[in-house]
């Protein structure tokens, strides 16, 4: 049960974080900052297909692997670049939670496989 939560709120996460990356102005100049301004619009739908397959994850156990995953890839990388362009440990924190929070849903998801 603690598992499915822990899913829900990562797939609520991400299905707003991915709807802020393509349709807030603020991400806009956050990938500008980042100088990575033609990913934006890539990472938002990375953001909400990872949200969805978490969710489509509750009656396709699988998918929640991939999902889990490809979001775990995608924070690593978030978190690599705040750490790239020196926004400091605090900042930086936020990606790297929702890393381990993932990468947490793909080993226990796959134990109970």
Known sequence: MLLKIIIFISAIS?????????????????????????????????????????LIGYFYPVVTLIASAGLAVLMLLGFLVRLKIKDGLLVSLPAFAFMSLNLYILFASYHNS
């Open 14 to 54: 991400f299905l707003f974080y991915g709807l802020n990356c393509l349709f807030n102005k603020k991400m806009f100049q956050e990938f500008k900052r980042f100088g990575l301004s033609d990913f934006r619009k890539l990472t938002g739908v990375l953001q909400l297909l990872g949200a969805i397959g978490l």
